[in-house]
């Protein structure tokens, strides 16, 4: 059974930094798609950042282009979402997700499973 754990999240001042972790178990992921989902409130789950477990290839939304970066560790079988620069908009609750890396990856619906989320608050 997959499970996606999500930690990390908490409250920062707009200009820090938060570093959120997934640890992922249950199976081999070396063919999935794994991805940061944000959902903020009262506004629709929108993508945030997805990366190739096997290639480590990336991609990013472009409000957090720049600012956010995901990277995965193999050994651990961890994928980490790394937030620098703050702002305000980006608070929300965070997700994490894996897709089995056939669909596309900024796509919510690709993804076939869910971690239960970890709160970001950036206060102004």
């Known amino acids: 059974q997959v499970q996606l754990v999500e930690s990390g999240g908490g409250f920062r001042q707009a200009g820090g930094s938060l570093r959120l972790s997934c640890a992922a178990s249950?199976?081999?992921?070396?063919?999935?798609?794994m991805g940061w989902f944000r959902q903020a409130p009262g506004k629709e789950r929108e993508f945030v950042a997805a990366i190739m477990w096997s290639s480590g290839w990336t991609v990013y939304a472009d409000p957090v282009k720049g600012r956010f970066t995901i990277s995965r560790d193999k050994a651990k079988s961890t994928v980490d979402l790394q937030m620098n620069s703050l702002k305000p908009e980006d608070t929300a609750v965070y997700y994490c997700?894996?897709?089995?890396?056939?669909?596309?990856?900024?796509?919510?619906?690709?993804?076939?499973?869910w971690g239960q989320g970890t709160q970001v608050i950036v206060s102004s």
């Open positions: 997700a894996a897709e089995r890396g056939s669909r596309s990856v900024v796509a919510g619906s690709s993804y076939d499973y």
């Open positions: 249950g199976r081999t992921f070396s063919s999935y798609a």
